[in-house]
């Protein structure tokens, strides 16, 4: 009783086998049936045609099928980027002191903003006071000898000036008879002292000038030891942590309190290599925040080395942030505008894929033949899908691709676009 059912399944198998699969073969089986009755017409009209004149060959007699194509013309469409990435604060730094000691002010909480400049951490001076005025007292001392050191200088110049007055008289004296060779050597040896006076008096300058300096440096010393007891905001930002508490003991490298920038802020991804070139410094980027939140910028910075392990390329885009919405780290959908490409807008049902698995589309040649085309999607739209790879001016197969093959004639009906 069931024989019935399984032969009916089996038959409707096969049938759909032939039409799916063996489409070609079962079109050129049913031709044959078609050609026979043609040939039965012709030998009964052949006496009349022998008779007749000779008629010309219908457009009929050649199997050609009906489509329906869209003339379409090339426009540029603006394409992007997308990236995976997130946002990143302007700045963050670590505050950190240089000196060491007891916090002597009242802690600011973490949340708070704090302009540039302002005062975050203080240190107690302790002895920093007195080792100043140490300093300047020791400063003033080198000063003094200054003055001492020039007046024996000057001194054994005059004493130069006078021993070499007295040596050129003795020697002329000397060589006209009239002195004696003893007054002249005298005279000579009061030159050489003279002169080494003058380089003593003048290594005392040096050395006075020389203590000025040290003692210069030991003044900037004691004031910067004290300049450091108050540690400032170097930028406006927000506090990401409590200052140091008061009474806590300060040392060099301690931190005292962290502040980040978030106006403007940065979105940071990595473009693939194969992207790389699409993108430039300085085109227009969006987000999708995590939050559903969507913000606009441009790129500030494209990497020209690539990570070692993604071999992607770093990219920030900065976004204005006035009312500090936009947290550091949060996740981002990110799209970079790059430059336009000539692509045609078409249906996304006139896209077919040839016996090798190739996207593509069938177009009307200027022979009227069916030919196959292969293209690149660039995105799909509300009003089709935007492809690349065709020329400028093609006539695409919108309906019955699928029943015709290369270089198969058809007939062709025009869309009447209504954009």
Avoid: W
């Avoid at 069931?2 to 032969?7: D, E, W, Y």
């Avoid at 963050?92 to 000691?101: A, L, N």
């Avoid at 980040?260 to 992207?275: S, T, Y």
Wanted: charged letters at 25%.
């Amino acid at each position: 009783m069931r024989v019935f059912p399984i032969v009916t399944a089996v038959i409707v198998c096969a049938v759909l086998y032939l039409v799916v699969l063996e489409r070609e073969t079962l079109v050129g089986f049913a031709g044959q049936f078609s050609d026979s009755d043609s040939a039965e017409t012709v030998a009964e009209t052949s006496a009349e045609a022998d008779s007749a004149p000779a008629a010309q060959p219908s457009d009929t007699d050649t199997h050609m099928v009906h489509v329906v194509a869209r003339r379409s013309a090339a426009s540029i469409a603006g394409n992007s980027v997308l990236l995976r990435g997130r946002t990143e604060a302007l700045r963050q730094v670590d505050v950190q002191s240089e000196t060491s000691g007891l916090i002597i002010s009242s802690p600011i909480r973490a949340g708070a903003y704090v302009e540039e400049g302002q005062l975050l951490c203080e240190i107690d001076a302790g002895t920093r006071g007195a080792a100043l005025a140490e300093a300047e007292a020791r400063l003033d001392e080198a000063r003094a000898r200054l003055p001492e050191s020039e007046g024996r200088l000057a001194e054994a110049r005059a004493r130069l000036t006078a021993a070499e007055i007295d040596d050129n008289a003795a020697t002329r004296l000397s060589e006209s008879g009239f002195a004696s060779e003893t007054r002249a050597a005298t005279t000579a040896a009061t030159l050489s002292a003279a002169e080494a006076a003058i380089q003593s008096a003048e290594a005392g300058v040096e050395a006075a000038r020389s203590g000025i300096r040290s003692a210069e440096a030991g003044v900037d010393r004691a004031r910067e030891d004290i300049a450091q007891l108050q540690i400032h905001a170097p930028f406006e930002g927000l506090l990401e942590s409590d200052t140091a508490e008061l009474g806590a003991l300060m040392q060099p490298g301690a931190l005292c309190a962290t502040v980040i920038q978030l106006d403007p802020i940065k979105l940071v991804g990595f473009v693939p290599e194969a992207q790389v070139d699409r993108v430039l410094v300085g085109a227009a980027a969006g987000a999708r925040l995590a939050t559903g939140a969507e913000v606009q910028g441009e790129v500030i910075f494209l990497s020209r080395s690539a990570d070692l392990q993604t071999r992607t390329f770093r990219v920030e885009i900065s976004v204005d942030n006035d009312d500090l919405a936009i947290r550091d780290g949060q996740t981002a959908d990110i799209l970079i505008s790059t430059a336009g490409t000539p692509a045609h807008l078409l249906p996304s049902s006139a896209l077919t894929l040839n016996d090798g698995g190739t996207l593509g589309v069938r177009v009307v040649t200027d022979e009227r033949l069916a030919q196959f085309m292969p293209v690149i999607m660039l995105r799909d739209t509300a009003r089709g899908v935007l492809v690349t790879g065709l020329p400028d001016q093609v006539d695409v197969i919108t309906v019955g691709q699928e029943f015709v093959t290369d270089g198969v004639p058809v007939e062709v009906t025009y869309e009447e676009l209504t954009q």
